[in-house]
């Protein structure tokens, strides 16, 4: 499977909303801000539902997928529900081979270098190191010496400020969960301030990728 979408997306906004309802809606500003990466979790009630009403709105602008993805149940629902990326929070085996059946990109996640390889064994495409605030950045680039060619996601601790700092170190994309859509924010419906923080991630992306000019 390509990871080319993951890597056009750069940012993935990891959504745990308190409702479906509240997740489309957090979507829609998501995508209003500039972010195309959206991963429904499944801590989200009726996670499948979010996912169908998001991919129907955003099938063609936005690459969407879900979460949080512990039983192989879930991984089969969220791949009917038109979830394009699957991520499960830690290495098991089950889990992993049922989100690899169903033909979604598939995320696994680890922290340590032995979770890695356990990860990549099982078949993922992508390892999301989780949660990456323990180690920042430099613990990321640690991990690329012995496993220079294993594409990683770095999940929790990211922010718009350093954002760059984990592209840097070799992340393919990046997940932003509190950070970027902060559950205060969704419970209250301020959808404004979640446009905004997509704004500025956006923005932080576009600098950090851009080439340096000459």
Known sequence: MSLDDLRSAGIIAVLRAPSAEHAVKAADALVRGGITGIE???????????????????????????????T???????????????????????????????????LVGALSPTEVMAARGLGA????IFPASLGGPAYLRALRGPFPDVPFVPTGGVTSVNL???????????????????????????WETIEQRSREFAAAYRRATSPVAS
């Open 40 to 70: 429904i979790t499944y801590s989200t009630p009726d996670a499948a539902a979010a996912i169908r009403e998001i991919v129907r709105r955003y099938a063609e602008d936005a690459y969407i997928g879900a979460g949080t993805i512990v």
């Open 164 to 190: 760059p700092d984990w592209l840097a170190a070799g992340a393919v994309a990046a997940g932003a969960g509190s950070e970027l859509c902060p559950s205060t924010a969704m419970t209250g419906g301020r």
């Open 125 to 128: 495409d992508a390892v999301k």
């Open 72 to 106: 192989a149940d879930q991984a089969e629902e969220a791949a009917r529900a038109g979830a394009r990326f699957l991520v499960a929070p830690g290495v098991d085996a089950a889990v992993a081979r049922a989100m690899c059946g169903t033909g979604a990109v598939t």
